[in-house]
């Protein structure tokens, strides 16, 4: 997580050597493909990924064959006020754990701090399959509560090897966009403003992001 004045804070994580990478993923490269110190005129530099690398942002058609993709997201969904609700050291979101939460009805966008934000701190490209994540009540929850978008800490809403990726089903069938891979840590809970706008790529089911969260005036968090 890193400061960008005194109201704006990143919230997205780096694309870097150091970013976990989802097994199986075809991985990040980054390159100088034009260089000085190669004798080029410029600096140039190739990127290479899929679209879930890093910060990043899914649209239906990531799991609903016909869904929309991130180029068709309503920006209004991806910018406005946001919750940031801790779950402290649960390694399962249950929706007893949401119930225990201060989560207002009127909760339209929803980032959850997990004990994964931690994950980041020494992360040197190594993937933890234990992270905290929600499960199918939890999910299905936040689809009964009218939530348009939610945010995790770590690579995927999804416990890992889980078959049939039924969390991810339920959230974007019930038209809950997912931003996964943030940084929360040090975030306190309470009410921001968050901007968070990924590529736009045509016909993608995903995109990478910058996410950032606007202290709100007025709000004491903590």
């Known amino acids: 997580m890193k400061t960008m004045s005194d109201s704006l804070i990143d919230i997205s994580v780096p694309l870097g050597p150091s970013l976990p990478i989802w097994p199986g993923s075809t991985g990040l490269t980054i390159e100088r493909v034009s260089s000085f ?3 080029n005129d410029v600096n140039v530099t190739g990127l290479s990924c899929d679209v879930h690398t890093g910060t ?4 239906p058609l990531h799991f609903i064959p016909g869904g929309s993709g991130v180029t068709e997201i309503p920006l209004d969904v991806l910018i406005g006020d946001v919750l940031v609700a801790c779950t402290a050291d649960a390694d399962v979101i249950t929706s007893q754990v949401l119930d225990s939460l201060p989560i207002p009805r009127r909760t339209k966008r929803l980032l959850l701090r997990t004990k994964n934000s931690g994950l980041w701190d020494d992360a040197n490209g190594t993937f933890v399959r234990e992270y905290a994540t929600l499960n199918r009540e939890a999910a299905r929850w936040i689809v009964d509560r009218g939530i348009k978008l939610l945010g995790v800490d770590y690579l995927s809403v999804e416990t ?4 049939g990726c039924p969390i991810h089903k339920t959230l974007l ?22 901007i968070c706008l990924p590529l736009k790529l045509t016909g993608a089911e995903a995109a990478p992001a910058r996410a950032v969260l606007r202290v709100m005036k007025g709000e004491h968090n903590g």
Not at 56 to 59: L, M
Not at 160 to 163: I, N, P, V
């Open 37 to 39: 110190e190669k004798g």
């Open 56 to 59: 990043h942002i899914e649209a």
């Open 160 to 163: 890992y090897g889980d078959a």
């Open 173 to 194: 069938a019930g038209g809950v966009i997912i931003v996964e891979s943030l940084n929360l840590s040090g975030i306190s809970p309470g009410m921001y403003e968050l």
